[in-house]
């Protein structure tokens, strides 16, 4: 693709995107509309997870790695998704030094995490029967996030895909969503040791991206 066709293509992504975000704020403003914010922030996502694939196809994720609370930010998550799905339970679990009421500092690039962890839990809602747990524990001198639910678990194809192709998880998500994560995973490097996901039953689906 030459220069000129990508920026067109970007300036196009972002416009839908503004759009979707302005319809969503109309429906939040609402107030009897979760399932249509939950489509628009879903269709969101997808350009968002879109996008960077491509760029991380033509020249790599570039990050901006900053100091942040991995705690707030997973409470943040379950925050909106359970405001998007109240007939479930959306929990965050708090090991370690968050049970004591201290931040949990980490460097990672917040937008991106955020963005792959969001499109997680989405799906996690979605096929979850009542219950959605994340939380996020040490793993080395970095981070490991997890996201459970309480649904059928992932198909097997999709475990043994780990996130390495387009496998959807049933008639939940594109693939896009796991892709993407395996993709902000490994550029998140520090010497030697490269980020991860992990995929897992146990027995409903659980979710792992490990930072170092």
């Not at 996690?124 to 059928?152: I, K």
Request: charged fraction near 20%.
């Amino acid at each position: 693709m030459s220069e000129s066709s990508d920026t067109l293509l970007t300036a196009t992504v972002h416009g839908v995107k503004n759009q979707l975000g302005e319809l969503l704020w109309r429906l939040e403003a609402r107030g009897d509309c979760q399932v249509e914010q939950s489509i628009t922030l879903r269709c969101a996502q997808r350009l968002s997870s879109a996008l960077l694939l491509g760029r991380d196809a033509s020249a790599g994720l570039a990050l901006s790695l900053d100091a942040t609370d991995a705690d707030a930010l997973l409470e943040d998550i379950a925050s909106e998704y359970g405001s998007l799905f109240p007939q479930l339970q959306v929990d965050c679990e708090a090991p370690g030094s968050a049970a004591s009421g201290e931040p949990r500092m980490v460097f990672v690039d917040r937008p991106l995490v955020t963005l792959v962890l969001g499109d997680v839990v989405h799906n996690a809602c979605r096929a979850a029967r009542s219950r959605v747990v994340l939380s996020a524990s040490a793993w080395g001198r970095g981070v490991c996030f997890e996201v459970r639910d309480d649904g059928a678990g992932y198909p097997h194809e999709v475990l043994r895909a780990s996130g390495g192709v387009l496998q959807s998880r049933g008639g939940v998500s594109s693939g896009l969503g796991l892709k993407l994560a395996a993709s902000v995973a490994k550029a998140h490097r520090r010497g030697q040791q490269i980020g991860e996901i992990h995929l897992s039953n146990a027995p409903g689906a659980c979710f792992r991206m490990r930072l170092p």
